[in-house]
C-alpha cells in the first residue's frame, strides 16, 4: 500500500516552498524594518494553557498528546467503563498542539514579563493545528503570521501596522483594500438605536451584507428580535457612502449621544488623518459593516481583502485590552494583525505573481565532462560558491544530453560548460539557457557576468 500523509496536511515540493518562502522572506524583512523582534513558541503546550480561551467549540478542535510512558496507570477501570471521552482526555493528556500563536504570546508574556522591555514589539511565524472538518482552503495545520505590539495605547501602533500591512503588498504586487472599523463605534450605533444588549447579534448581521445583501440582513435582525423601530433606525448607517471623511463627520451627528461612540469616532479620525498625511495606504476605508473578532478587539478593526481575486479575507487583526488577563496579568493593551500566509500563496498563483521569483534555487549548473576536467569544475564551482552564487556540479559523468535535460527540467537558467577546450585555454563557456546564447570568459569573470545577467 502506498503511503499517505494525515488528512488534512499537506507536502511542500521544492518548487512550492520556493514560493513560499518568498512570501515569507518578504512578510519578515518588512516586520524586521519596522523594528519587530521574532519570538518562537514551542508546537505544544500544557493542556491548562490552551483550554478554555477559545470557547466550548475551539476547545474541542484542539489537538491533544497522549502522555508518555503508561498513561493508564493512574485511570480507575471504573472511569474506563464510563467511556466518558472528556474526563478521560484530561487524564491521558496535559499537553496539546498549539491552536494559535495568540495564546502562547500571551502565555510567554506573562511568563516573561520581568525581562520584556515594554512597549514589546513581536512577531511570530510558525505552524498551528487544529482538528477541524478538511475543506478547500482549510487544513489542520497551517501557518500563521502574526505582528503584535504590547504594552502601548497609542493609535501609532495601529498607523504603523496599516503602513506594514500597505508595504508587504505592495512588495508582493497584490493591490488591496484596507478595511478599517472601531469596536467604540460598533457600540455607539448598538447604543443609539436602543439595542446595546444585541450587539453581538446585530454586529454578526450586519457583517454578512456584502455576502447576502440587506434584505437578508434585515430578516436576520428580526429573527434575532431586534425592534422593527431599531432597524428602521439602523439602515441610514450601514448604508452611508461617501469618503472617510464624509462617513465620519455623518457619523459624529447621528453618535452624538453615546459617548462610547464620539471616542470610537475621534480614534478613527486620528488614525486616517496620519493615514493620509503619510500617504502610503490610499486604498485604505472606513468600513461599518467590519465586526471580526467583536467580542475579541475593543477598538481599531482591521481586515485586508485582495482587489483582483475573490477570496476571504489575505490579513485581519485589531485593537484588544487586556490580551494577558487571562493569565492573571491585567490591563496589558496590544494591537496586532496576521497574514494569511495560504491565501496569500493563492492569490499570487491566480495573478501569475510568482513568474518573476524563481522555481529553483539553483542559478548555475556545472557540466561534468568525466575524470579528467573535474578538477577544473569543481574550480570554477568553488569560485562561485565563494561569490555567493548558488549552482550545482552535475556529480556523474552522464551524457551532455541527459545533464543538460536536467537543467531544463530543473529551470535552471544557465549552464558552464568546462571542457579539454576550455580548460586547455583557461576559459569556461556558459549558456543561457532561454535563448542558447553562449558566452567564453575566464573562471575568475564568472561572478560579475552571473550578477549582471
Not at 142 to 152: E, H, R
Not at 433 to 440: D, I, N, P, T, Y
Request: contains cysteine.
Amino acid at each position: 500500500m502506498k503511503p499517505s500523509i494525515p488528512k488534512g496536511t499537506r507536502d511542500f515540493s521544492p518548487g512550492e516552498l520556493i514560493k513560499r518562502n518568498y512570501i515569507f522572506d518578504t512578510i519578515k524583512s518588512v516586520f524586521r524594518l519596522y523594528g519587530y523582534q521574532q519570538l518562537e513558541t514551542p508546537a505544544m503546550e500544557n493542556l491548562s494553557t490552551l483550554l478554555g480561551k477559545y470557547g466550548d467549540e475551539g476547545d474541542k478542535l484542539i489537538f491533544r498528546i497522549l502522555n508518555s510512558g503508561d498513561f493508564l496507570s493512574d485511570v480507575s477501570d471504573d472511569d474506563l467503563l464510563k467511556r466518558e471521552t472528556g474526563r478521560l482526555s484530561s487524564q491521558f493528556c496535559e499537553r496539546g498542539l498549539r491552536y494559535d500563536l495568540t495564546v502562547p504570546f500571551a502565555r510567554y508574556v506573562v511568563q516573561h514579563r520581568d525581562e520584556i522591555v515594554f512597549p514589546f514589539k513581536r512577531y511570530q511565524i510558525q505552524p498551528v493545528w487544529r482538528a477541524d472538518r478538511p475543506q478547500k482552503g482549510r487544513y489542520r495545520e497551517f501557518y500563521q503570521c502574526d505582528v503584535d505590539v504590547i504594552g502601548s495605547d497609542s493609535l501609532l501602533n495601529e498607523f504603523e501596522l496599516v503602513s506594514i500591512i500597505d508595504d508587504i503588498f505592495r512588495q508582493l504586487q497584490i493591490s488591496v483594500i484596507i478595511k478599517i472599523n472601531n469596536r467604540k463605534i460598533l457600540s455607539g450605533i448598538a447604543e443609539v438605536i436602543n439595542e446595546s444588549a444585541k450587539i453581538t447579534d446585530i454586529t454578526v448581521a450586519v457583517d454578512k451584507l456584502d455576502k447576502i445583501g440587506i434584505d437578508a440582513v434585515n430578516e436576520e435582525l428580526k429573527s434575532k428580535g431586534i425592534t422593527a423601530e431599531a432597524i428602521g433606525k439602523l439602515q441610514p448607517i450601514i448604508q452611508l457612502k461617501g469618503t472617510t471623511s464624509e462617513k465620519l463627520a455623518k457619523l459624529r451627528d447621528i453618535l452624538a449621544g453615546s459617548e462610547t461612540g464620539i471616542k470610537g469616532i475621534e480614534e478613527m479620525q486620528n488614525l486616517f488623518n496620519m493615514i493620509t498625511d503619510a500617504g502610503p495606504a490610499g486604498n485604505a476605508e472606513l468600513d461599518l459593516t467590519l465586526a471580526r473578532g467583536l467580542n475579541y478587539y475593543t477598538g481599531a478593526i482591521i481586515e485586508v481583502k485582495a482587489k483582483d481575486v475573490a477570496i476571504g479575507s489575505i490579513c485581519g487583526g485589531g485593537r484588544y485590552d487586556n490580551l494577558t488577563g487571562v493569565f492573571g496579568m491585567e490591563g496589558v493593551s496590544g494591537v496586532g494583525v496576521s497574514f494569511g500566509a495560504d491565501r496569500i500563496y493563492d492569490v499570487m498563483s491566480q495573478l501569475n505573481l510568482f513568474d518573476k521569483t524563481s522555481e529553483t534555487s539553483t542559478r548555475v549548473l556545472i557540466l561534468n565532462f568525466g575524470p579528467g576536467e573535474i578538477s577544473y569544475a569543481m574550480k570554477i564551482r568553488d569560485i562561485l560558491i565563494k561569490n555567493q552564487i548558488s549552482c550545482e556540479l552535475y556529480p556523474d559523468g552522464a551524457r551532455l544530453k541527459k545533464q543538460i535535460s536536467y537543467a531544463d527540467a530543473r529551470k535552471i537558467p544557465y549552464i558552464i560548460i568546462a571542457g579539454e577546450e576550455e580548460i586547455s585555454a583557461g576559459m569556461a563557456t556558459v549558456k543561457i539557457m532561454s535563448s542558447g546564447e553562449q558566452v567564453k570568459m575566464s573562471p575568475g569573470e564568472l561572478p560579475g557576468y552571473l550578477r549582471n545577467i
